[in-house]
């Protein structure tokens, strides 16, 4: 698993050189988004199971005391989760639970993530996930096709970067290795390779990974 993880660490720094790419070519006045932004680090959004474990790795290395505060900030999610999904329940894989009932997230949620800490930083911002990384700009493939075409309010004010070819990058082959990886995380923890094992961050912060029963998953 250990192999798993590193690959897709190094996809991860691969996101972090594209972004960076297009900050350098359209300038820092163009793209607010950087270390310190924390405009978008707040609601519910899904993670995958790779980026879960990433993070709990990181949360291992903090001191005790940010440990357990962010922890509490996850605690105090649970009641509002259990109630828009009541069939959630440890190891909180969102992909186990009936049809597709937890894609139906809650809009205009200001509810910061647990993970920020009190000077608004990110706890453990080298290993924030994938979404994280890519939020605030389109998503372009070289090819031209369009993966996501929003972008954040605070960039490109007044412009329309879609068609801006230094934002462009491979992201159909990012995104089937992302899959392909968590294809093979799945197939060791589960036997059976699943390319879908997504949670949410507050999520990760209340389970231990370690005492799953992953060959007995709830809904799989």
């Keep these: 698993m250990r192999r798993i993880l590193e690959d897709y660490r190094r996809l991860l720094r691969e996101v972090d050189s594209w972004f960076a790419g297009c900050i350098a070519s359209a ?28 993070i709990q790795e990181a949360i291992a290395d903090l001191p005790q005391a940010a440990r357990e505060e962010a922890r509490q900030r996850a605690v105090s999610r649970l009641p509002e989760l259990k109630r828009l999904w009541p069939d959630l329940s440890p190891p909180y894989l969102l992909n186990g639970l009936p049809g597709e009932e937890w894609m ?51 960039n490109f004010r007044g412009e329309k970067p879609l068609d801006d070819p230094a934002l462009r990058w491979t992201f159909r082959e990012a995104f089937a290795r992302e899959a392909a990886l968590i294809g093979k995380l799945a197939e060791i923890l589960t036997r059976f390779p699943h390319r879908e094992m997504d949670t949410f961050i507050p999520l990760v912060l209340l389970t231990d990974y370690d005492a799953v029963d992953w060959r007995n998953l709830p809904g799989f």
Excluded at 30 to 53: H, K, N, P, Q, V
Excluded at 124 to 135: D, F, G, H, V
């Design 27 to 54: 300038g820092t006045e163009r793209i607010a988004c950087g270390r310190g932004c924390s405009e978008c680090c707040r609601g519910l959004f899904d993670i995958t199971l790779l980026d879960a474990f990433l």
């Design 104 to 154: 139906e997230m809650p809009e205009d949620d200001p509810t910061p993530c647990p993970l920020l800490g009190e000077n608004r930083l990110c706890l453990i911002y080298e290993a924030r996930p994938m979404t994280c990384r890519l939020q605030g700009l389109p998503h372009v493939d070289r090819s031209g096709e369009v993966f996501l075409e929003s972008w954040c309010s605070h």
